[in-house]
């Protein structure tokens, strides 16, 4: 049992830059050190100090007397019909988070959470009904890339994760510090070396970290939850919308410096008979002009006690064509592993009864 005290150094949670002052200024030890633990904390995701091979062993006591480690226990994997999986986290302090893993050909795109269930409140949603417990830290985001990745090499799958959407529980804006330190961690050389490009940040419209990511050093792909062509139907759908109004989402939208080539998606939850229409397909494109975009159009996936219904697949083609004949790349994508509680927040839920969370 690790008795460390909760408030020492969580070494899975430094970002190379605060290893490396960690390492020299505390712990007083060369600098090389620091590309040497990276290194086994992020790239090799080692769960024990004493795989650490190539540390002194002197080096490794004091860092398991002065430091712990973050790991995330996997509890239930449960696997859908069209390949995707969802995977259910225990924090160190019993929370449930999950993540879900989408696979595509010889890839796998995977879907992190960012915090313990969400103050959000998106009506379509079943983390939204949980709650806020509380934000996760960096390491614990990167942790679910990582078991992830050790549950995938137990079953002898080879397929790289090749893409990373933060999209899972909570808002990843809401916990704008930690979501950008865990970001760091995983694009560097010596951790998961995930390229800017296959990492996307998907937001329900939170501005102030919209404005804030533009200023960033560094861009990844950015993805807003939309839901809605009018500020009534959105504010409905989207309790966020009444601090953070479509209007001022877009003024943000419009100044932010993207990078040559990068789109902003905008996720499209479609709803028989509350955002489907004809007028909100040919509003859309004139709400986003000016933006460049693509859309991901999503029926609905249905949530235990929502009356929410996905609308017939020639209503979800009908909804679609004039914002393709507008010049739009349009995806449309069924919810994944509808079988499996895919939807995020639907296993974590399940799982909070005492009879499962109770090994
Ligand atoms: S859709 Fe995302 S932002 Fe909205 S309640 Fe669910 S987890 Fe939170």
Redesign the pocket.
């Known amino acids: 049992m690790n008795t460390t005290p909760k408030d020492t150094v969580d070494l899975r949670d430094l970002t190379y830059s605060e290893l490396e002052r960690y390492v020299v200024e505390d712990l007083g030890e060369r600098r090389f050190r620091t590309d040497q633990l990276f290194s086994w904390l992020h790239g090799q995701a080692v769960t024990d100090l004493d795989l650490m091979t190539n540390v002194a062993k002197e080096l490794r006591q004091r860092l398991g007397r002065e430091t712990r480690l973050t790991t995330l226990q996997t509890v239930e994997v449960v696997d859908s019909k069209d390949g995707s999986a969802k995977l259910a986290f225990r924090t160190a302090d019993g929370h449930l988070v999950e993540s879900v893993l989408m696979p595509e050909e010889r890839k796998i795109s995977v879907c992190l959470s960012t915090q313990v269930g ?1 103050a ?3 009506a379509f ?1 079943a ?2 009904g949980l709650g806020l417990t509380r934000s996760l830290t960096a390491g614990e985001i990167v942790d679910q890339l990582y078991r992830i990745r050790a549950w995938l090499q137990d079953r002898g799958d080879d397929r790289r994760i090749s893409n990373i959407v933060y999209m899972g ?3 990843p804006l809401a916990n704008l510090r930690q979501t950008r330190r865990s970001l760091e961690i995983i694009m560097h050389p010596l951790g998961a070396n995930l390229s800017s490009r296959r990492i996307t940040v998907s937001t ?1 419209g939170v501005v102030p970290g919209i404005e804030r990511m533009a200023t960033w050093d560094f861009q990844v792909n950015l993805a807003i ?1 939309l839901n809605a062509t009018t500020q009534q139907v959105r504010e409905r759908l ?1 309790p966020i919308t009444r601090r953070y109004s479509l209007d001022r989402l877009f003024t943000a939208l419009r100044a932010f410096p993207l990078e040559k080539r990068r789109r902003i998606t905008f996720e499209y939850v479609l709803i028989a008979g509350v955002n489907d229409s004809d007028e909100d397909a040919a509003r859309l494109p004139r709400l986003v002009a000016g933006v460049p975009c693509k859309f991901n159009i999503i029926p609905v996936n249905p949530v235990d006690g929502s009356d929410f219904a996905p609308p017939a697949p020639d209503r979800v083609e009908a909804f679609c064509a004039p914002i393709r004949r507008a010049g739009y790349t349009v995806i449309t994508r069924n919810s994944r592993g509808a079988d499996i509680s895919a939807a ?2 639907q296993l974590a839920g399940r799982l909070k009864s005492p009879n499962l969370t109770d090994e």
């Open positions: 969400c959000m409140g998106c949603c983390t939204a529980m909570g808002e329900a939850s989207m995020c927040g």
